[in-house]
């Protein structure tokens, strides 16, 4: 069974960067729909970004458009966010999952039209000077 494990969080200053990093065990993931997903306090949780396993299509919530990029290494078996010009906003738990099945889109994934199947303990981004 694929276990995903986060990591590369932690206190960041607004307008700096971090790039989160989702590891799998016990599987690979390059058949697998891979999103990451954030919760603040108080707040629901959003898609933030979401990839076709074939990464052909790549989802963006609006809020990170233009700061933010999924990418994959299926090699390393990892999953990555980098984010940028990182904002207080940004502040959340952040969560990867992946889903073998994978003929929804990634803006599915995100959306909630599809629950992904396995997921991250989540990790937490704390944006603040």
């Known amino acids: 069974q694929i276990r995903l494990v986060e990591s590369g969080g932690g206190l960041v200053q607004p307008g700096g960067s971090v790039r989160l990093s989702c590891t799998a065990s016990?599987?690979?993931?390059?058949?697998?729909?891979v999103g990451w997903f954030r919760q603040a306090p108080g707040k629901e949780r959003e898609g933030v970004s979401c990839?076709?396993?074939?990464?052909?299509?790549?989802y963006y919530a609006d809020s990170v458009k233009g700061r933010f990029t999924i990418s994959r290494d299926n090699n390393k078996r990892t999953v990555y966010l980098q984010m940028n010009s990182l904002k207080p906003e940004d502040t959340a738990i952040y969560y990867c999952?992946?889903?073998?099945?994978?003929?929804?889109?990634?803006?599915?994934?995100?959306?909630?039209?599809?629950?992904?199947?396995?997921w991250g303990q989540g990790i937490l981004v704390t944006v603040s000077a």
């Open positions: 990839m076709h396993p074939t990464a052909a299509t790549t």
């Open positions: 016990g599987g690979s993931l390059n058949y697998h729909a």
């Open positions: 999952a992946a889903d073998p099945v994978t003929y929804y889109t990634s803006s599915d994934y995100c959306r909630g039209v599809r629950d992904l199947e396995i």
